[in-house]
Structure formats: structure tokens, C-alpha cells
């Protein structure tokens, strides 16, 4: 059995901003020569989560509205008055999730024809990681 | 290390519906010969998810009540100015969550006594695949 | 390839309430002798969750506030023509997340500064597991 870990990182210009990172975990799946198993995508901060969806601007856009709807910024969360304002974004990424698990089959991420992988960042303007763990033969 | 994979295949009749899939995941956990490890169940599409939770038809029910509330159909979702009518899809999903890891122990898989696996479709009446991946030993 | 699994025991007062398990889970960590892998955490129970994030008590707060008005107990549910009244619960535990995949790194929880996992409760005061397993090398 093989394992690989790395890391992303990310300091988004944003305070929220959803990025594609398919492409990223590839590369690591690739590095890591297992030909068969698991990729964790886990964010390793609570602010900011990882999910799969369709990589369509307008549908990015809905996700943020909707979001905001369900978790609205600027209410007076208790979390507040430890002097934090980002209780709104710990919500929010409970909602997309903050992981997810891809399968490996022949040495490829096995992802459905639409399925791509983003980072959501709910509190950036600051460094965040995502860790990257691969396992299998 | 045994790693085995397989895929369900979808086509509802109905643009949304619920299917149990325990059944069919732990006959892929028995062909696997895996006696020990787990098994991830993932949609391979983005209008649909998997989740666990009871197979009672009340409940089934409320969840989907409860979805329309929290994510509409028919707003005017920006996602919609491409061609597609299904944003609401993609946000039901996200609530559910489109994957789950299910541990293996003795053979079997290690389920509490109310834990089923669903398929949720919430834009079906089209073809859509699960993947199942089992890795351990 | 090494496997390890255990169980957590749980019987809460409240009928609702958030259990800091990360000791817990880091104690089966290093009984399993896994030095690089992943361990599930997994709730058994279908009106509960696992997921991670801030150990601050107003945030806490914050969620349960949060998840009473996203999925509100006392609603006519129709699960409750079964005799249950927890269909809240059930909704409950969907938004916050049922498991959650753990790095494991160096024989440790390879988590962020801030990320601690917990057990959410939303139908306590009765015997409760959460499975654990460990699976690297």
C-alpha cells in the first residue's frame, strides 16, 4: 500500500472566492503513483470548505446567493463577541461540506463528466491550506 | 491491499426520487473479498447525491418538503441563463451530500441498526452512475 | 496495510447536545499504529452527526440557533405519524454532516490549528455509538 500527502495553499483577494482545484489534485494523484485508491481533499481551516460541483460561473454565483440566504453575514452571532465577524463562514462551509473523497481507477481521478473539485473560501485575505492525502496500491 | 470498484446505474422515472442502495452496495462489498476496510459511495453526477439515513417513507417525505423549502425550484437562478432549468438540483444535492464512506468489519458493512444508503435524484429521467469503491484488506 | 476499529459510547443528558471528541479520537489513532492513513468517524445513528470545526462556545451556540431555524422542531412532519417526534433531528444532522475522514500523518491527526471534531447530538438521552476506523500503514 502506497501513501502520498501534500498541501495547497491559498490567500484569496477575496474574502469569499470559490476556486477550481481539479487540476491541482491531479498533479498530486499523478505524483503519487498509486494507480488504484482514495484522494482526501480536506480544508484545514473552518472558515473555508472543499466540494464537487459544476464548473458554470452563473451556478458558482447561485451557490454565493443562496448562501448567503441561509447564512446571512451580520447578524449577531454569539461567535462575535470574541471578537471574531466571520461566524456567517463557518456556517457557510458547513453547508458545502469541508471535504470529499475522490476515487482513484487507473491511475486517473474516476470523476462523473461534469464533476470538478473547488476550494471555497468564506474568510480568505489570509493563508489557508487544503491537505491532500493519497492512499491505495 | 485489495482495492475493487464497480459502478450503479440510474435512470428514475420520476425527476426526483430516493432509492435504497444498501442492498446493492453490500453485495459489491461481498464480491470484493474485503473483510476489513471501507467502501466510498459517491454520485458521479451533480444533480444527484448519496446519504444515510432511515427507510421510512414519512421521512423521505419531509426531507423532500424540506429541500424545496431550502433551495426552490424555479427562481430565477442565474445558472439557468445557459440552458438549464436544474439549479435547484445542484443545491438540493449539496445539502444532502453526494457521498458516503462506509466502514467494512467482519465482511460486512458496520452499520447501526437504522443506517440505510440512499441515492437522492433530483434531475433524473436521464441516465447517472455511482461509483463504488471498496479498499482493505 | 493495517486496519483498527473501535467505537465511542455515547448516552448525552440533553436531548441535544455538541461532544468535543478529538482526544478520543486521537487515543484510537495511537492505539491503531498507523503512522500514515485515514481514520472514518462515523455517527451509527440517524439523529446524529459528526463534523468539525471551532471549540468556541458562542459558535455553538450559534449552530444550534442556526440549525433550529433551517430545520425546526414542533413542525407537522409526517415522520412523526409513525409515533417519532425527532423528524427535526434527522433534518438537523443532514445539514451539519453525519462523518467525517481524518488525516493521519507522523501517527498524528494531521488537522489545522483550529479544527476539532465533535458529536452532535439532536435526540440524546438514550445509548448512542460512533464507529472508528483506522486504516493506513
Known amino acids: 500500500m ?4 501534500d498541501y495547497l495553499l491559498f490567500e484569496t483577494e477575496a474574502r469569499q472566492e470559490f476556486v477550481r482545484i481539479t487540476d491541482d489534485v491531479s ?30 460561473d452563473g451556478l458558482i454565483h447561485d451557490f454565493q446567493t443562496w448562501l448567503e440566504k441561509l447564512a ?7 461567535h462575535h463577541q470574541t471578537g471574531e465577524d466571520n461566524a456567517d463562514a463557518h456556517l457557510k462551509r458547513t453547508v458545502m461540506g ?3 473523497m475522490l476515487p482513484i481507477t487507473r491511475s486517473r481521478l474516476d470523476l462523473g463528466p461534469w464533476e470538478q473539485v473547488f476550494y471555497a473560501e468564506f474568510d480568505g485575505q489570509r493563508p489557508k491550506r487544503v491537505v491532500v492525502k493519497v492512499m491505495g496500491i
Open 72 to 78: 446571512p453575514a451580520g447578524l449577531p452571532y454569539r
Open 27 to 56: 498533479r498530486i494523484v499523478a505524483a503519487s503513483g498509486v494507480t488504484d485508491g482514495m484522494v482526501l481533499v480536506s480544508a484545514m481551516h473552518i472558515t473555508s470548505g472543499v466540494y464537487v460541483n459544476d464548473w458554470e
Open 2 to 5: 502506497k501513501t502520498h500527502t
Open 98 to 100: 469541508h471535504q470529499v
